[in-house]
């Protein structure tokens, strides 16, 4: 048949298309943006897959035999569901009638078809709101169905059809010979490789996260459920496929073009059919509308990729369907994407943390190659006995295939001999001893010059600019306060340097815009004169704020130079200039400098006269307009988190939206084990794309006003890639909470303090207003971990000692062994803060019992302390670490001391994903009593006194450089670099002494 010539050329390209696409593909899917919208993905990849099918068709024979008829019998059920078919001549001929039942049943397998694709997509949509709560999949039993249906559809009746004749044959031909004749062979084959390639992906499946799976909804058992009614949809469709493509009608087979056609025309009916829905849904439901309509622009990028791969796969698979039946293809498609998976997954966790059986996943490796070529051999060797359509893949395996397989095995045996389990010494040990040196190298160069013109000297080499006018009234400030900090303030210029890139008229116009509008949020200061004052406009409730400014700048203004500064009223930090615009602005600074280092002597050392003129006034009536864009409760981490980062990063390019599962690669960067071993390094969202989800700031801010362009906005704290300025807290100033041990609750030495890991606290991260966004806040991922509310809590690893030689290894424990092993005092006050809808009796129910508020000083009988970020920094931080507990800190905000305060010498960081909270908390904590199910013993003596070390060195520090005198001095001279900013002579201006 002419037909069998064309496919037969085909069937390599296919074979390798089908292999390359899918291995692309499971590659690819793990961090793509289509789940951010299922539907719309759906749509696109069924409208783009059924397009290149009907494309293909086109090249194929139309002629083969019968094809005449053939064509006929497939116009009908198309033109029925209303897909116009200009290609075909729609008029039946008088034979179509005379076959009514392969009429019907194509008929009837197409619309089956379009249905279960549109109920899939349900299916798949739903699976994806709440992935956190999937389960292990059930898709690699697919090609075991199949390999079923063949046993019972063909092989048994093989059986019964051959004879054996081969007098001839050598005892190995024999026994090869009655294997491909057994009917179960093929069963057996395929079971192995679905055998192996589970028990591989089991073993190295990444751990789960800690969003929560909440006890009291519903998911915890029904996205289960639905995963499993997908695999049977999936095992549905691929059938319905097979049959639009092969089924044998009462004639004959159809022609090869036009079955292929109509598969197409199922796919584009299918994406039809959602569009429908979709449209529906957009009338009906006017809140989504705009959610619904809106496609940001990494995301069709993101799709538009995967589209092409996904349809090109389907491509090939429709062919290799067509030529090798479908169960060939559904197994060689299920090992190529379980090897891809595991092996990167392999390949990206040799390290003992997480912890993979990397053994176990080597056994089943091995199990699946040896099923995939026993299954090659096996259908090589059906070949030509077979009655059916059907080919086998190779005629003869080629060495290619063998070689492949060889290299895929020594592979493992590679990863399998590196792969390490145990770790020689506790990574915590490392990072103590590390910090302490980190520590002292900063020491060693805080306050290298002793006397003003030493200062000014190393000011000029550190920072390649003359320091600012009133420099020398700053130096004489600090030190009569004994100011530990004299030589670096590094973080100062990191913050103002984007600002040289703005005229100086330019700043005070953007300031005062910020300022004018009451909507902003914004507090208006005012130093005239060496006078503060506080704007007329601002919002009553945040007077206190200003006012704490207003005290705070008097100390030191009879030194500034006259100007208006800018203050975010708000929690959140807002001005994220995107990386593209903000480099160039940083490199105009960094070109400035170089070309101030010559000139030294010819500084201007007073501000330019007449500064209060240029300050346009502020009115106390309202100014309509704002800069500002108003993202309050909405999610914000591709339009505003990561823009900040280069536009390759992870964090721009990459989604992870498998919420459930842990992202190793995201927090390798800053880890040691389980471990934070960088807190530099864990502020940088870059590398962390999965981030987006697990923050309330990111997920749904309570106040975000925000901006990419530079505005000038001094606020408290801010997360990586946003560009406002850092000042000293008006909170932590003015002691809104405060250091006070009492008689009541006094602060004792640390040895006689309760072992409990201690936080209270609201619910004020974010806004969850109905979308389940607390799920993702770590506040209450926290709270769901320290508590395992109603058992639902992820499994979580402890690294514990062996017996022998003193190594350690990490157990993966059921929460449930955790909370008894450790201790912690971690619950939510008073009642369910900023929710909205559903979201405030769910977390109420899950977080229940809700605790009554306690006193602040109350902390001081805890060893340990936990502090975690709230809308925007944790105010607590400061009175925590001033007093003898232990603060341990997991925050994605960083605050105007971030480069004085050094982790793990001064307090214990946390990962913000929460995995090492158990195993940190163990290693002060110690442990004793029994893990697995209270089969093993362990004991693990608690390191009271590296704790106590770092909770008085962090006290001493404290004492030393964040004091209140210390935020002045800062503040001061952040103020006088403002100065000379604003000045519209600052490249002039100077000291000289
Ligand atoms: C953290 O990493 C950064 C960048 O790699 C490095 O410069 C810094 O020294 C590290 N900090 C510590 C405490 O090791
Ligand atoms: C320590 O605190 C926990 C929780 O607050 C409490 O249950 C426990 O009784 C306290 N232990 C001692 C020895 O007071």
Same mark, same amino acid.
């Given at each position: 048949m002419p037909s069998h010539n064309v496919m037969d050329r085909a069937k390599w390209p296919a074979f390798i298309g089908l292999v390359l696409g899918t291995v692309v593909v499971t590659n690819t899917v793990k961090t793509t943006f289509a789940f951010d919208k299922t539907v719309h993905s759906s749509i696109a990849t069924l409208a783009c897959s059924g397009g290149a099918i009907i494309g293909l068709s086109r090249w194929l024979p139309r002629d083969g035999n019968r094809t005449h008829k053939g064509g006929q019998y497939e116009a009908v059920p198309l033109a029925e569901v209303g897909q116009p078919h200009a290609s075909r001549d729609p008029s039946p001929s008088p034979e179509d009638v005379a076959y009514p039942s392969s009429l019907r049943k194509l008929r009837i397998v197409f619309l089956l078809l379009v249905a279960l694709l549109g109920i899939r997509v349900e299916v798949m949509r739903e699976v994806v709101r709440?992935?956190?709560?999937?389960?292990?999949?059930?898709?690699?039993?697919?090609?075991?169905?199949?390999?079923?249906?063949?046993?019972?559809?063909?092989?048994?009746?093989?059986?019964? %059809?051959?004879?054996?004749?081969?007098?001839?044959?050598?005892?190995?031909?024999?026994?090869?010979?009655?294997?491909?004749?057994?009917?179960?062979?093929?069963?057996?084959?395929? %079971?192995?490789?679905?055998?192996?390639?589970?028990?591989?992906?089991n073993a190295l499946a990444s751990p789960a996260s800690t969003f929560i799976c909440a006890a009291g909804l519903p998911f915890r058992w029904l996205v289960p459920q639905l995963q499993r009614v997908g695999t049977v949809l999936d095992v549905a469709i691929i059938f319905c496929i097979y049959n639009l493509l092969k089924a044998q009608d009462a004639r004959g087979s159809l022609n090869v073009a036009l079955r292929f056609a109509s598969v197409g025309y199922a796919f584009l009916s299918a994406a039809a059919l959602l569009l429908f829905a979709g449209i529906v849904y957009y009338i009906v439901q006017d809140n989504d509308r705009i959610w619904i309509l809106t496609i940001p622009h990494q995301y069709f990028w993101s799709v538009l990729r995967l589209d092409l791969v996904v349809a090109f796969t389907v491509l090939c698979a429709m062919v290799m369907i067509l030529q090798v039946g479908v169960m060939t293809t559904t197994v060689l498609t299920t090992f190529t994407s379980i090897m891809t998976a595991v092996a990167i997954s392999a390949w990206a966790n040799g390290h003992p943390f997480p912890p993979h059986s990397t053994g176990i996943a080597f056994l089943g490796v091995s199990l699946a190659i040896l099923g995939f070529m026993a299954y090659f051999h096996l259908e090589t060797m059906h070949e030509g006995s077979s009655g059916n359509y059907t080919t086998s893949l190779f005629r003869k395996i080629p060495s290619a295939f063998y070689l492949t397989m060889l290299i895929l095995f020594f592979f493992w045996t590679g990863l399998w001999a590196t792969s390490k389990s145990k770790v020689n010494y506790h990574p915590i040990d490392m990072l103590i001893f590390e910090a302490q040196r980190y520590h002292h190298m900063y020491l060693d160069q805080t306050a290298v010059s002793t006397g003003l013109a030493e200062t000014v000297t190393h000011y000029q080499e550190r920072y390649g600019q003359q320091p600012?006018?009133?420099? #020398?009234?700053?130096?004489?400030?600090?030190?009569?306060?004994?100011?530990?900090?004299?030589?670096?303030?590094?973080?100062?210029?990191?913050?103002?340097?984007?600002?040289?890139?703005?005229?100086?008229?330019?700043?005070?116009?953007?300031?005062?815009?910020?300022?004018?509008?009451?909507?902003?949020?914004?507090?208006?200061?005012?130093?005239?004169?060496?006078?503060?004052?506080?704007?007329?406009?601002?919002?009553?409730?945040?007077?206190?704020?200003? #006012?704490?400014?207003?005290?705070?700048?008097?100390?030191?203004?009879?030194?500034?130079?006259?100007?208006?500064?800018?203050?975010?009223?708000?929690?959140?930090?807002?001005?994220?200039?995107?990386?593209? #615009?903000?480099?160039?602005?940083?490199?105009?600074?960094?070109?400035?400098?170089?070309?101030?280092?010559?000139?030294?002597?010819?500084?201007?050392?007073?501000?330019?006269?007449?500064? %209060?003129?240029?300050?346009?006034?502020?009115?106390?009536?309202?100014?309509?307009?704002?800069?500002?864009?108003?993202?309050?409760?909405?999610?914000?981490?591709?339009?505003?988190?990561?823009?900040?980062?280069?536009?390759?990063?992870?964090?721009?390019?990459?989604?992870?939206?498998d919420v459930g599962s842990f992202c190793t690669e995201c927090a390798y960067p800053q880890s040691l084990g389980a471990f934070l071993s960088n807190w530099t390094v864990a502020g940088d969202i870059c590398h962390q794309p999965d981030l987006a989800d697990l923050h309330g700031l990111y997920l749904s801010p309570a106040s975000f006003k925000g901006t990419h362009e530079l505005y000038p906005l001094f606020s408290q704290s801010k997360a990586n890639g946003f560009n406002d300025i850092l000042y000293p807290s008006a909170w932590n100033y003015l002691e809104k909470a405060k250091y006070d041990p009492n008689d009541d609750n006094p602060d004792r030495p640390f040895s006689e303090k309760n072992d409990t890991i201690f936080w209270r606290g609201a619910t004020s991260e974010g806004v969850s207003q109905g979308r389940g966004q607390w799920r993702g806040m770590a506040r209450q991922r926290f709270i769901h971990l320290a508590n395992n509310i109603n058992n639902s809590a992820p499994p979580q690893p402890l690294l514990l000692p062996t017996e022998r030689g003193g190594k350690l290894s990490y157990w993966t424990l059921p929460s449930s062994e955790l909370t008894d092993l450790l201790k912690a005092d971690i619950h939510v006050v008073d009642s369910i803060?900023?929710?909205?809808?559903? #979201?405030?009796?769910?977390?109420?129910?899950?977080?229940?019992?809700?605790?009554?508020?306690?006193?602040?000083?109350?902390?001081?009988?805890?060893?340990?302390?936990?502090?975690?970020?709230?809308?925007?920094?944790?105010?607590?931080?400061?009175?925590?670490?001033?007093?003898?507990?232990?603060?341990?800190?997991? %925050?994605?905000?960083?605050?105007?001391?971030?480069?004085?305060?050094?982790?793990?010498?001064?307090?214990?960081?946390?990962d913000l994903r929460g995995h090492g909270f158990w195993a940190?908390?163990?290693?002060?904590?110690?442990?004793?009593?029994?893990?697995?199910?209270?089969?093993?013993?362990?004991?693990?003596?608690?390191?009271?006194?590296?704790?106590?070390?770092?909770?008085?060195?962090?006290?001493?520090?404290?004492e030393q450089v964040l004091r209140k005198e210390d935020m002045e001095i800062y503040f001061f001279r952040l103020l006088l670099e403002w100065g000379r900013l604003t000045d519209d002579r600052r490249d002039e201006l100077g000291v000289r002494i």
């Amino acid at each position: 048949m002419p037909s069998h010539n064309v496919m037969d050329r085909a069937k390599w390209p296919a074979f390798i298309g089908l292999v390359l696409g899918t291995v692309v593909v499971t590659n690819t899917v793990k961090t793509t943006f289509a789940f951010d919208k299922t539907v719309h993905s759906s749509i696109a990849t069924l409208a783009c897959s059924g397009g290149a099918i009907i494309g293909l068709s086109r090249w194929l024979p139309r002629d083969g035999n019968r094809t005449h008829k053939g064509g006929q019998y497939e116009a009908v059920p198309l033109a029925e569901v209303g897909q116009p078919h200009a290609s075909r001549d729609p008029s039946p001929s008088p034979e179509d009638v005379a076959y009514p039942s392969s009429l019907r049943k194509l008929r009837i397998v197409f619309l089956l078809l379009v249905a279960l694709l549109g109920i899939r997509v349900e299916v798949m949509r739903e699976v994806v709101r709440n992935v956190q709560c999937s389960r292990a999949s059930w898709e690699p039993i697919v090609p075991l169905v199949f390999a079923a249906w063949d046993y019972w559809a063909v092989q048994r009746k093989r059986r019964r %059809a051959t004879n054996d004749d081969d007098l001839d044959a050598s005892v190995y031909d024999a026994l090869e010979r009655s294997m491909a004749r057994s009917p179960y062979s093929c069963v057996a084959t395929v %079971a192995l490789v679905i055998l192996g390639s589970t028990l591989a992906m089991n073993a190295l499946a990444s751990p789960a996260s800690t969003f929560i799976c909440a006890a009291g909804l519903p998911f915890r058992w029904l996205v289960p459920q639905l995963q499993r009614v997908g695999t049977v949809l999936d095992v549905a469709i691929i059938f319905c496929i097979y049959n639009l493509l092969k089924a044998q009608d009462a004639r004959g087979s159809l022609n090869v073009a036009l079955r292929f056609a109509s598969v197409g025309y199922a796919f584009l009916s299918a994406a039809a059919l959602l569009l429908f829905a979709g449209i529906v849904y957009y009338i009906v439901q006017d809140n989504d509308r705009i959610w619904i309509l809106t496609i940001p622009h990494q995301y069709f990028w993101s799709v538009l990729r995967l589209d092409l791969v996904v349809a090109f796969t389907v491509l090939c698979a429709m062919v290799m369907i067509l030529q090798v039946g479908v169960m060939t293809t559904t197994v060689l498609t299920t090992f190529t994407s379980i090897m891809t998976a595991v092996a990167i997954s392999a390949w990206a966790n040799g390290h003992p943390f997480p912890p993979h059986s990397t053994g176990i996943a080597f056994l089943g490796v091995s199990l699946a190659i040896l099923g995939f070529m026993a299954y090659f051999h096996l259908e090589t060797m059906h070949e030509g006995s077979s009655g059916n359509y059907t080919t086998s893949l190779f005629r003869k395996i080629p060495s290619a295939f063998y070689l492949t397989m060889l290299i895929l095995f020594f592979f493992w045996t590679g990863l399998w001999a590196t792969s390490k389990s145990k770790v020689n010494y506790h990574p915590i040990d490392m990072l103590i001893f590390e910090a302490q040196r980190y520590h002292h190298m900063y020491l060693d160069q805080t306050a290298v010059s002793t006397g003003l013109a030493e200062t000014v000297t190393h000011y000029q080499e550190r920072y390649g600019q003359q320091p600012p006018p009133g420099f #020398d009234h700053w130096y004489r400030y600090a030190t009569e306060r004994n100011s530990t900090v004299i030589d670096s303030f590094d973080s100062i210029h990191h913050d103002l340097d984007p600002f040289y890139a703005l005229e100086p008229q330019q700043i005070r116009h953007r300031t005062w815009e910020m300022i004018a509008n009451q909507w902003n949020d914004v507090a208006g200061i005012s130093i005239r004169n060496g006078q503060v004052t506080v704007a007329p406009n601002i919002v009553p409730t945040h007077r206190w704020m200003a #006012d704490g400014l207003a005290e705070l700048i008097g100390k030191f203004a009879k030194w500034l130079p006259d100007m208006d500064l800018a203050f975010n009223l708000n929690d959140e930090c807002r001005v994220s200039v995107p990386y593209e #615009d903000v480099v160039p602005m940083r490199q105009i600074a960094q070109n400035k400098r170089l070309n101030q280092q010559q000139r030294r002597d010819d500084a201007r050392t007073s501000f330019s006269d007449g500064r %209060a003129e240029q300050w346009k006034a502020i009115a106390e009536d309202e100014v309509p307009d704002s800069p500002l864009e108003e993202i309050s409760w909405q999610y914000s981490f591709h339009r505003f988190g990561s823009v900040g980062c280069p536009p390759n990063s992870p964090a721009r390019r990459l989604r992870h939206w498998d919420v459930g599962s842990f992202c190793t690669e995201c927090a390798y960067p800053q880890s040691l084990g389980a471990f934070l071993s960088n807190w530099t390094v864990a502020g940088d969202i870059c590398h962390q794309p999965d981030l987006a989800d697990l923050h309330g700031l990111y997920l749904s801010p309570a106040s975000f006003k925000g901006t990419h362009e530079l505005y000038p906005l001094f606020s408290q704290s801010k997360a990586n890639g946003f560009n406002d300025i850092l000042y000293p807290s008006a909170w932590n100033y003015l002691e809104k909470a405060k250091y006070d041990p009492n008689d009541d609750n006094p602060d004792r030495p640390f040895s006689e303090k309760n072992d409990t890991i201690f936080w209270r606290g609201a619910t004020s991260e974010g806004v969850s207003q109905g979308r389940g966004q607390w799920r993702g806040m770590a506040r209450q991922r926290f709270i769901h971990l320290a508590n395992n509310i109603n058992n639902s809590a992820p499994p979580q690893p402890l690294l514990l000692p062996t017996e022998r030689g003193g190594k350690l290894s990490y157990w993966t424990l059921p929460s449930s062994e955790l909370t008894d092993l450790l201790k912690a005092d971690i619950h939510v006050v008073d009642s369910i803060a900023r929710c909205a809808g559903p #979201d405030c009796e769910h977390q109420a129910e899950e977080f229940a019992p809700l605790v009554p508020p306690s006193d602040f000083q109350h902390h001081w009988t805890y060893k340990f302390l936990l502090d975690l970020d709230g809308a925007g920094f944790s105010g607590r931080f400061l009175p925590f670490l001033q007093s003898r507990s232990l603060p341990f800190k997991a %925050a994605l905000f960083r605050e105007w001391w971030d480069d004085r305060v050094t982790a793990w010498a001064h307090f214990i960081p946390l990962d913000l994903r929460g995995h090492g909270f158990w195993a940190t908390l163990a290693y002060f904590q110690g442990l004793d009593g029994k893990i697995a199910g209270g089969s093993v013993e362990v004991k693990m003596d608690p390191h009271v006194q590296a704790a106590e070390r770092i909770a008085e060195a962090g006290r001493e520090w404290a004492e030393q450089v964040l004091r209140k005198e210390d935020m002045e001095i800062y503040f001061f001279r952040l103020l006088l670099e403002w100065g000379r900013l604003t000045d519209d002579r600052r490249d002039e201006l100077g000291v000289r002494i």
